[in-house]
């Protein structure tokens, strides 16, 4: 690992160490780094603590060519950041005129007193260029030190995304690696992780491409980064790789997601869809209210945890004595009622026990999908038993594929990733 | 910090360093170690590679009292925690017959053929003392050199956390801190988590107890942690005071859940309660279906995105035209239909805006939470505009204390935490 392209990530805040706040802002960074051709060499976690702070930011100032910081800007003796790289670069902090004009502003805008503490946001050193901070107090700095860089962002995910987004990333593209950098995500849906890393990893020894693979609620992520002058081709190349050995799991790529290219061509195609769900209890709805434009073919969900509820909406009592409530029959009768009490074109349903609260007349783990349209209906059983984590959002993932697949087969529906 | 109680984290991986995975581990860790008297004073997230995880083990056993490593305890020639672990100690691994006899006997149990790279998974170098692992092939290691304690457990977060409750938490007790520790966390809700701060540490400014303040779904948590002999008499002075200073927020305590508590007392109480949804779209529901035993109070849900389908769900069309779809009439006429169609007790609806996908007469962020039973009707409004994040989460949990504030003024629900 040459360290030119060497990054490490200091996490600061005694809130983590403490466990009262999740670093996400590191995982973020660690997945956004590669595609800045920056290789990520560690990422360390430290309180607020003056001598320990510098002693770190010291340690990774010699190791890597660009350090990044989260946390530690704000306005209280607690938040040393901007303290700690003044006195390792043995640099002197004054306050900037025009950033001390920009906070007050902000204080203005919100009809807030601003506190003398916050006077330390507005600070700079002779080797610091500021970062514009849309969504907070805390402007970050970019500070370039001979050959090095540090980067000090705010803690809070949304001021560091933001501001990842807009100033370091191009920063670092167009002043550190200077490279031409491209990227593709391929989304599977079917294959055990495991499977999928051993056929991918088989054909891509190299980094350049260079694989990572993403185990995510809609399935396997393959994310390729080319660098180089020939990245394009490189990228196409292991693209046409990846189809070949993956083709008929591949559902989207890059910003596709699944419920969304259904969701364009329900709206698209004048259709709506309508549930019934136990299994998921709410949770397919609760992923297609987030789709921007659900309103235009999400017709609604009953959420029916017992037989006497789904009796009530419409489900044949006769087919719940016959064949229990956790069958093929009883989940395409549910996608049915679904379809019909909620006036839609499709009807779909989940059916049976995800968790370990198991009665009498059921199979934990044992669970049915069921769709209904005008061609007729349909069904398919899954099994969790052997699983036990995200259980819902597992069958709800399988739910929305059985449904892409139906309107693939029986309704023309083009549902390919471009390209 | 007195080097006695110090502890470090490493996370070894380096789908770590790629964000393939987040470190989970690190964070259960942060929340646990105060529990064992233990104080957290670094986390390191490294790849899978021997010089590095070797220096940054020896740094970290010369400057912490435990050191403890999640991840590297694979069969696969990137797993090198124990090789590290040998190379520091400068000690030598050997095959451990009882271990290779208890690992065979797990891959006989699956059926599966054991891999010769495994037998790493038998490894035990003279100062270490492994540590079962119930849910995986690779046992954890506890190792003692001179005063200092280096844990090595596996990276799957199921593994990690079973071994530390049985194996790791409970030595750390008898043989490090030899203190008595004791904790209790009390939930709040309804005040904003820069008060509860500003309240709290005001009168907590020692450290014994020691004061932890984690913002959560359902309210701010406060978790206070003493230590010493004194430590039962300190924790109910602690606790007195929280009383007084947040008497008429708390909700509960330890492990109570708020859900939780209102469905044990729905269900002890033989009433039932339904829903219809429209801003929270099936995410109460879902809340609801992950409480043991909610068959037994739970009716289910309506997800009612539209005016139609509240209409067809039974709310009066006459209503939404006058008052308009988001207003308080048309979220007590939902939680009536709820109630009346699912044949429940008690009907609760939320209905409004919650993400920007907002239509013309509709108010983003505008919510109406309503709730029905026999006394009558009822509705609150809220206002999300100015939140940005995880809004279904906060009117999931509003609307489950509105239901708990009906609970106790109007069927004389004893819902407060004991003691």
Same mark, same amino acid.
């Given at each position: 690992l040459s360290t030119n392209y060497k990054a490490e990530i200091i996490s600061i805040g005694t809130e983590l160490l403490r466990g009262e706040?999740?670093?996400?802002n590191a995982n973020y960074l660690a997945t956004e780094l590669p595609l800045t051709g920056m290789q990520l060499h560690s990422v360390t976690m430290a309180g607020d603590n003056f001598e320990q702070l510098c002693e770190l930011l010291k340690q990774a100032l010699e190791r890597s060519r660009i350090v990044i910081t989260t946390g530690g800007?704000?306005?209280?003796?607690?938040?040393l950041t901007r303290e700690c790289i003044a006195a390792v670069l043995d640099e002197t902090v004054s306050v900037d005129a025009g950033l001390e004009q920009q906070l007050r502003d902000i204080f203005k805008q919100f009809g807030r007193e601003m506190s003398p503490? &916050? #006077?330390?946001?507005?600070w700079l050193i002779p080797s610091a260029e500021a970062l514009p901070n849309p969504r907070g107090t805390a402007p970050g700095w970019w500070v370039t030190n001979n050959d090095k860089i540090i980067v000090a962002m705010p803690g809070p995910p949304r001021e560091m995304t933001l501001m990842w987004r807009n100033e370091v990333k191009p920063r670092i593209l167009s002043k550190l690696s200077g490279n031409i950098i491209l990227s593709r995500t391929i989304k599977l849906y079917g294959l055990p992780e495991a499977e999928v890393a051993e056929r991918a990893e088989s054909f891509f020894?190299?980094? &350049?491409p260079d694989l990572g693979i993403y185990a995510r609620t809609d399935g396997i992520h393959l994310r390729l980064i080319a660098h180089g002058e020939n990245s394009e081709s490189l990228l196409r190349q292991a693209e046409e790789k990846i189809y070949d050995i993956f083709g008929p799991n591949i559902w989207g790529k890059?910003?596709?997601t699944l419920i969304g290219m259904i969701g364009n061509w329900l709206a698209e195609n004048g259709k709506t869809l309508a549930i019934m769900e136990d299994s998921t209890s709410g949770l397919l709805a609760n992923i297609i209210s987030?789709?921007?434009?659900?309103s235009g073919f999400f017709n609604g969900s009953l959420i029916a945890p017992s037989d006497e509820i789904k009796i009530a909406m419409g489900v044949p009592k006769e087919l719940i004595d016959t064949h229990?409530?956790?069958?093929p029959e009883v989940a395409e009768a549910m996608a049915v009622a679904a379809r019909v009490n909620l006036s839609a074109d499709i009807g779909l349903s989940t059916s049976g #026990?995800?968790?370990?609260?198991?009665?009498?007349r059921r199979r934990p783990g044992l669970t049915y999908i069921g769709i209904a349209d005008s061609d007729g209906q349909a069904s398919w059983s899954q099994n969790y038993a052997r699983f036990r984590d995200e259980l819902g959002q597992r069958e709800a993932t399988g739910a929305f594929f059985r449904l892409r697949e139906r309107l693939i087969k029986f309704?023309?529906?083009?549902?390919r990733p471009k390209g």
């Open positions: 706040v999740l670093d996400t800007l704000g306005p209280t003796e607690d938040d503490h &916050n #006077i330390k946001q507005a020894s190299t980094d &350049n890059d910003d596709d987030g789709i921007p434009g659900n229990g409530a956790v069958s #026990i995800l968790t370990e609260h198991v009665s009498e309704h023309n529906a083009g549902l």
